[in-house]
């Protein structure tokens, strides 16, 4: 008989048995670090659903925002509530479950959990006591900001969230200055204009991406040297989630002066004014009214 800890305060709507898994999903015990959609409901796998379905006890960081995924796939796991203030009081309860054969399913609000979510301690504590723990891997905002920022993807650094207090902010940047990748931050759009700031100073003028509301219905993206991305985005787009990502040290220029000119003039021989601006804005990231000016500055020569 396998014991899982007990909530009081566990929501009613969460606590019916699961009865919507694939009888044929049989899982073995241990812990289930399950990614799920980070907007886009329909952003989550087949075996995560089953793992969902079939779990002894799903963790949820808010088991209030999980609940909605689990309605909208007709899932009713046995759910509680495991977050960084009840985490360490809920560890021996949990570790002494996982020991007694169950299996039990980790979740966050939205993408992978650990990933700039709780569970870290709960994983190291498992692995000490050679618990099984199994990656149930989906999305992530970070892979899905870098995948489409344009910048190089071959290499990159997870920063997660910078300091929120300047000075901190702005040495945790110059310990970052000299990594050879693409940098992948998380960031909140109250301190968007002073995180860029920060960066500006202390990284230069390099190419960065701003990914806001990834997958979801209003989902944009913004392409400027750090010095001039906050300028591109509306008042009325400084809100929701966003991801940037910042191009390696050396890549910054490199669509500013020669590499941006010798591109037009090869889409100017090509293509009208309009489509070649349009082109060379789309691939190099600048603002479009600058590659318009640089343009007509070099067609003037033609
Ligand atoms: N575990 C999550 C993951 O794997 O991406 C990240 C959790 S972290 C607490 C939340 C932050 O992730 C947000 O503040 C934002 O920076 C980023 N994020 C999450 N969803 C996003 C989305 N749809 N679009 C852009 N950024 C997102």
């Known amino acids: 008989m396998i014991t899982v800890p007990q909530n009081p305060d566990e929501p009613k709507e969460c606590a019916a048995a699961s009865q919507d898994a694939p009888a044929s999903t049989v899982l073995e015990p241990g812990l289930y670090l399950v990614a799920t959609p980070i907007g886009n409901l329909r952003d989550i796998t087949l075996r995560a659903l089953d793992v969902l ?30 977050h960084d203030h009840n985490a360490r009081a809920k560890l021996p309860g949990l570790i002494k479950a996982l020991q007694e054969g169950a299996r039990i399913a980790l979740v966050s609000d939205a993408g992978t959990p650990l990933v700039s979510d709780p569970g870290f301690r709960l994983v190291r504590a498992a692995i000490a006591e050679g618990i099984a723990v199994h990656a149930i891997p989906g999305a992530s905002a970070a892979l899905a900001a870098l995948c489409v920022s344009g910048l190089p993807v071959n290499r990159f ?17 110059e310990a970052l200055k000299s990594v050879p990748a693409s940098l992948v931050f998380y960031e909140s759009p ?9 960066m500006a100073q202390v990284l230069g003028p390099r190419q960065a991406m701003l990914g806001r509301e990834l997958t979801k219905r209003f989902e944009s993206h913004y392409r400027a040297p750090l010095d001039q991305l906050a300028a591109l985005v509306p008042e009325e787009e400084r809100r929701g989630e966003m991801v940037l990502v910042v191009a390696p040290p050396g890549e910054d220029n ?13 889409a100017l021989s090509r293509l009208s004014l309009k489509d070649a601006v349009d082109e060379i804005a789309a691939m190099s990231g600048q603002p479009r009214r600058q590659v318009y000016q640089r343009a007509l500055a070099r067609n003037r020569r033609r």
């Open 254 to 266: 490199a669509w500013s002066a020669a590499g941006l000119d010798a591109a037009l003039d090869d």
């Open 53 to 82: 379905g079939a779990a002894d006890l799903v963790l949820a960081e808010d088991t209030r925002v999980s609940r909605k995924l689990f309605e909208a796939h007709g899932l009713r796991p046995r759910c509680a509530p495991y």
């Open 190 to 198: 109250a301190r968007l204009d002073a995180t860029l700031a920060s």
């Open 157 to 173: 650094l997870f920063a997660g969230f910078l300091p929120a207090k300047p000075a901190a902010r702005l040495r945790a940047l």
